[in-house]
C-alpha cells in the first residue's frame, strides 16, 4: 500500500494524471448480445488497396500485456520501444501465469445501428484464434479492399463467450465521402505506459478503479 504524509505530497497525488485518462476520448465498438448493425470499414489493411485513403490510414496491430488477474489493466507491450517491459518480465517469472504478450487489431468503423445517426467507433479484438480478424484478414486477400462497402455485423453471446458474425454487402458505385466524419487516430487510443509506471498500473497502484476501453 503506498502512504502519503504531508499536504503537498497529497496535493501531487491528487494532481497526478491517472492513466485511463490519458488518451483522447474515444468512443468504442460495443454491442449486445443478438444486436445487429451496419458497419463501414473506415481504415484499410493495406496501403496498396485500391480503397486506400491516407487521410483515414491504416488498421493497425498492437502486441499488449493484460494483469490476469484484471483483464481491465492492460497496456501496450514496452519491450520494443524502452529495450524492458513489466508484463514481459512477469511472464519470464512464471509463463503459466497468463502475462504473455498477446497481439490485438484496432480499426475505425461507421455504425449505423438504426437509432442513432451514424457515428465512429474504434473496434478493438483479439488476433489469436479470433474467426472475425480472420473473416477480415482473408477477405482482402482476395478482394484486397475493406472499406468499399457496408458489412452486416452481429454479436452472439457475452464476455468471453461473444462471437461475432461479419457478412459483407454489395460494393459502392461511388467512393464514399468521409469528410463530415473525425477519424480517431488509433494510434492514440492505445494504452501506453512507461516502464517505470507500469508496476504501479498493472498490479492497481495507481488507481483501484481504472476503466476498461475494451468490450470482451
Same mark, same amino acid.
Given at each position: 500500500?503506498?502512504?502519503?504524509?504531508?499536504?503537498?505530497?497529497?496535493?501531487?497525488?491528487?494532481?497526478?494524471?491517472?492513466?485511463?485518462?490519458?488518451?483522447?476520448?474515444?468512443?468504442?465498438? *460495443?454491442?449486445?448480445?443478438?444486436? &445487429?448493425? =451496419? %458497419? !463501414?470499414? %473506415?481504415?484499410?489493411?493495406?496501403?496498396?488497396?485500391?480503397?486506400?485513403?491516407? *487521410?483515414? +490510414?491504416?488498421?493497425?496491430? %498492437?502486441?499488449?500485456?493484460?494483469?490476469?488477474?484484471? $483483464? *481491465? !489493466?492492460?497496456?501496450?507491450? &514496452?519491450?520494443? =520501444?524502452?529495450?524492458?517491459?513489466? +508484463?514481459?518480465?512477469?511472464?519470464? *517469472?512464471?509463463?503459466?501465469? +497468463?502475462?504473455? &504478450?498477446? /497481439?490485438?487489431?484496432?480499426?475505425?468503423?461507421?455504425?449505423?445501428?438504426? #437509432?442513432?445517426?451514424? $457515428?465512429?467507433?474504434?473496434?478493438?479484438?483479439?488476433?489469436?484464434?479470433?474467426?472475425?480478424?480472420?473473416?477480415?484478414?482473408?477477405?482482402?486477400?482476395?478482394?484486397?479492399?475493406? =472499406?468499399?462497402? @457496408?458489412?452486416? /455485423?452481429?454479436?452472439? +453471446?457475452?464476455?468471453?463467450? @461473444?462471437?461475432?458474425?461479419?457478412?459483407?454487402?454489395?460494393?459502392?458505385?461511388?467512393?464514399?465521402?468521409?469528410?463530415?466524419?473525425?477519424?480517431?487516430?488509433?494510434?492514440? #487510443?492505445?494504452?501506453?505506459?512507461?516502464?517505470?509506471?507500469?508496476?504501479?498500473?498493472?498490479?492497481?497502484?495507481?488507481?483501484? &478503479?481504472?476503466?476498461?476501453?475494451?468490450?470482451?
Amino acid at each position: 500500500m503506498a502512504i502519503v504524509k504531508g499536504l503537498k505530497n497529497i496535493e501531487a497525488m491528487l494532481d497526478k494524471p491517472k492513466f485511463e485518462n490519458n488518451g483522447p476520448r474515444v468512443t468504442w465498438l *460495443k454491442l449486445e448480445d443478438n444486436q &445487429s448493425v =451496419s %458497419v !463501414r470499414f %473506415v481504415n484499410e489493411l493495406d496501403g496498396d488497396s485500391p480503397s486506400y485513403d491516407e *487521410k483515414n +490510414g491504416l488498421a493497425i496491430v %498492437v502486441s499488449e500485456h493484460t494483469n490476469p488477474k484484471d $483483464y *481491465k !489493466r492492460k497496456a501496450a507491450c &514496452s519491450a520494443e =520501444s524502452e529495450g524492458r517491459c513489466f +508484463g514481459c518480465e512477469m511472464h519470464r *517469472k512464471d509463463m503459466k501465469a +497468463g502475462w504473455r &504478450s498477446r /497481439l490485438r487489431f484496432y480499426i475505425n468503423v461507421l455504425v449505423d445501428d438504426g #437509432v442513432n445517426d451514424p $457515428y465512429i467507433a474504434v473496434w478493438s479484438m483479439g488476433v489469436a484464434k479470433s474467426a472475425t480478424f480472420d473473416t477480415i484478414r482473408e477477405y482482402v486477400q482476395d478482394s484486397q479492399s475493406l =472499406s468499399n462497402m @457496408t458489412w452486416k /455485423l452481429k454479436r452472439n +453471446g457475452k464476455g468471453t463467450e @461473444t462471437t461475432y458474425i461479419l457478412i459483407p454487402t454489395k460494393q459502392d458505385e461511388e467512393k464514399f465521402d468521409w469528410s463530415k466524419y473525425e477519424i480517431p487516430e488509433l494510434e492514440a #487510443v492505445v494504452r501506453e505506459v512507461p516502464y517505470a509506471e507500469q508496476e504501479s498500473f498493472f498490479l492497481g497502484f495507481d488507481n483501484p &478503479s481504472v476503466s476498461t476501453s475494451v468490450d470482451w
